[in-house]
């Protein structure tokens, strides 16, 4: 089994294209800090379709103890509080197996 | 680039197992019948972490045209309306750039 990890975010009014190349930026660090890591993609929404969310996480690991070594790792928890929870809205989540 | 399209879904209260695993059958036959699609992975929550929603889909493909022939394909669109619109309470849906 490999698990995948999806996250979407919408963002709050008034966020800056900045802060979200800032998170892009900081979350694609996680794959050289964190080995559990098997393969990771991020991006803002490319805006093709309406009523889009306006931001993903994609991330792959070999099982559960990857995801959760992953999920509570310090430098992820760290980029969470750095760059989504000032500009999150609401953020939905699942965790499938692949 | 590749594009990746991103969904999750949560269900109406007293959908079935059977509903979920019908769904899942009825989109991995997508591949074989919508050539644009490079991958494909769907499939029902784990349910390791609280507060996640019950059903995910990755796709990817090539380029836009790819991902809009997909989203239009009538077997694409009948798959929908057999499986998803019955028990669907929610869905959010990302495309982006990986």
Redesign the interface.
């Known amino acids: 089994m490999t ?2 990890h ?1 996250v ?1 975010f919408r963002f709050l009014p008034g966020t800056t294209p900045e802060q979200i190349t800032a998170l892009a930026d900081g979350l694609r660090e996680l794959p050289g800090i964190i080995p559990e890591i098997v393969a990771y ?6 805006g ?2 309406p ?6 996480v ?1 991330a792959d690991f070999d099982d ?1 103890a990857g ?2 070594a992953y ?1 509570d790792h310090r430098e992820h928890q760290a980029r969470i509080q750095s760059f989504v929870t000032p500009i999150q809205a609401e953020r ?7």
């Open positions: 698990l995948r999806v979407c993609h991020v991006g803002p929404n490319l093709i379709n009523g889009t969310w306006d931001f993903a994609t559960e995801f959760v999920r939905v989540a699942v965790q499938f197996a692949t």
